[in-house]
């Protein structure tokens, strides 16, 4: 028996699972000056009298990590970039890096040591509980410049966290990586002192089972090493909305899903079975970091989003200011909009309708003025689906199978979830000329994609069998080679061996393993090959544990 918790912006949801069935669920009101507040109540709700024993896993997703960066809600961070010769990111991270002499060639060889003197400037101004980043360009390749900043940190000034980049992201990508040690540290404290209200809010209910937190990519963590990569929280709510449809509705054909709930509807695409992820990694406030995420995109229209007249014209959000009229609220919205045309079934008619009146210009009926802002919300939707369409299409190639194939994707399908997702898919659908599902239980898709994701980590390994050594720069490891030939099967054994033992200690099975990455260079001297460079970098495939009955989905042409 598993339970999901997802935390949105208007509600909070939580469902238990038992035998690919949904056997309770329920709706909170988040409440967004207390998080913790709003999930003990979902959880109380959803326990009743369910005993301890029968929960395998508790799986969250949550907004703390995305309020917190959208709020600028972060701790101060300093941070330390040792970049060498090249590019200076001094105008491309987010805040202005201390920038350390030092450095680690592209084959993993110190070619320059660090500076201690700057180590100490930096030290002389910071404090005992101070919070870290440290970033060096080839790290990945040797973790030692890192590790030696970090214990002179932590011996001179005992910081409350340091962040290393080459633990944050195993691939190469300076900047990305950089970025992604900052939000990373950045956002730790608020995810630690989450993490704690959880587990104390969990013992004092008496519940033992393991924690699972979602990430950007669809997989989940352990609640214990999530502490130590909060960053990997970013997108986890529309990510669950995507967990959630892959447990409810098989796709087989390309698609795009909307997870439309009060404040914004989410957007993925899907093809061959799946979602589609973001290139290169996902962008955090216009930064480029080195975060796995689904490819998403998210536009201000959702059910409580306001409708207004602005210069004559209906006007549908991204202002919210509460629940729809229908719901008593005060002022009118989508979803007063979507009951008065009855395309929703929920809420008061009337109200809905009185809601409308607010908005309707004389002589133009209240079911004509309802028509025009929900067909106003479903073209801001289609627009927002254009645009991410666009990008796609755009992104430059890498492989030649892409060259091959055409890369432009072309929907056949429109999936939608969420609260609003009954009245605005269909229309979203007709103006795209493409028919449309909306799955059972589709109100709770989010807290179904938290209960159901599937643990998952990474690992990257390096070889380089010139110098006859290896590192895996998630875990700061860098050894010999444990024989003189060594091809690219070898290294992916390796990474499979050391993923495996990785996912071991942190009680997940990997079964599922896939290829994130891989290459193989060779090193010429003198005319003559003398060795090989070779990555490789392996993840638990994201998936869901378990398929919810579908049978009864509703789908339209």
């Known amino acids: ?22 056997i309770h669920q329920v709706k909170t009101p988040t409440t967004h000056d207390d998080l913790l507040q709003g999930i003990l109540e979902a959880l109380d709700q959803v326990l009743r009298e369910k005993t301890n024993a029968e929960f395998e896993r508790i799986s969250l997703s949550t907004t703390i990590v995305t309020n917190a960066l959208i709020q600028g809600k972060l701790d101060q961070v300093a941070l330390l970039a040792v970049s060498g ?19 680690i060639d592209h084959r993993g060889r110190e070619t320059a040591k660090v500076a201690v ?34 214990h002179y940190l932590q011996e001179h000034v005992n910081p409350k966290h340091i962040t290393l980049g080459s633990k944050i992201a195993g691939t190469l990508n300076f900047l990305r990586r950089t970025n992604t040690a900052y939000y990373n540290a950045a956002v730790w404290q608020t995810f630690e002192d989450f993490a704690a209200a959880i587990e104390d809010a969990l013992v004092q209910r008496h519940i033992t089972a393991p924690v699972y937190m979602l990430k950007a990519d669809g997989g989940t963590l352990p609640l214990e090493t999530a502490k130590e990569l909060p960053v990997e ?26 997870d439309i709930g009060g404040t914004t509807t989410d957007i993925a695409l899907w093809k061959d079975g799946g979602p589609l992820f973001a290139g290169r990694g996902a962008s955090i406030d216009g930064y480029p970091t080195s975060v796995r995420a689904f490819r998403l995109k998210s536009v201000g229209i959702g059910g409580d989003s306001l409708v207004q007249r602005v210069n004559g014209q209906i006007k549908v959000g991204p202002m919210r200011l509460g629940p729809a009229m229908a719901f008593g609220g005060n002022a009118p919205t989508v979803t007063d909009a979507l009951l008065a045309l009855g395309l929703i079934s929920h809420g008061d008619k009337n109200l809905a309708l009185q809601a409308m009146e607010k908005v309707a210009l004389p002589g133009v009926t209240l079911a004509e003025t309802a028509r025009q802002a929900a067909e106003a919300a479903a073209e801001e939707i289609c627009r927002a689906i254009q645009a991410m369409l666009d990008d796609q299409a755009a992104e430059p190639v890498y492989r030649v199978e892409d060259i091959i194939h055409e890369a432009r994707l072309q929907p056949e399908l429109v ?56 590192t895996v720069a998630e875990l700061s490891i860098s050894k010999p080679l444990p024989q003189r030939k060594f091809n690219l099967q070898d290294t992916r054994e390796l990474a499979a061996n050391y993923l495996t033992a990785r996912a071991k200690r942190a009680g997940i099975t990997a079964d599922k393993i896939e290829e994130l990455y891989t290459e193989e260079f060779n090193i010429v001297r003198g005319f003559q090959t003398v060795g090989k460079i070779i990555t490789c970098s392996l993840q638990i495939k994201p998936d869901v544990l378990a398929y919810l009955g579908n049978e009864g989905r509703n789908h339209h042409d």
Request: aromatic share 6%; glycine share 12%; net charge negative.
């Open 1 to 22: 028996m598993w339970l999901g918790i997802d935390v949105g912006g208007t509600f909070t949801d939580a469902v238990i699972i038992d035998k690919g069935e949904i």
């Open 415 to 470: 999936v939608g979830v969420g609260g609003g997702a009954m009245g605005l898919v269909s229309l979203v659908a007709k103006r795209l000329k493409l028919g449309y599902e909306v799955p059972p239980n589709a109100m709770v898709a989010n807290a179904v994609g938290a209960a159901v994701a599937k643990p998952t980590m990474a690992i990257t390994v390096r070889v380089d069998t010139e110098q006859g050594r290896y």
């Open 85 to 103: 010769p090249g590019i200076d990111i001094t105008d491309k991270t987010p805040v202005k890096p201390h920038l350390l002499a030092g450095y």
């Open 233 to 258: 929280a970013v997108f986890t709510g529309p990510a669950a909305s995507v967990l959630g449809i892959m447990a409810m509705s098989k796709i087989s054909v390309p698609a795009v899903s909307l």
């Open 117 to 150: 003197e700057e180590l100490e400037g930096i030290c002389c101004q910071s404090t005992k509980n101070s919070i870290f980043a440290v970033s060096g360009k080839f790290a990945v390749r040797n973790p030692e410049q890192e590790i030696e900043i970090a």
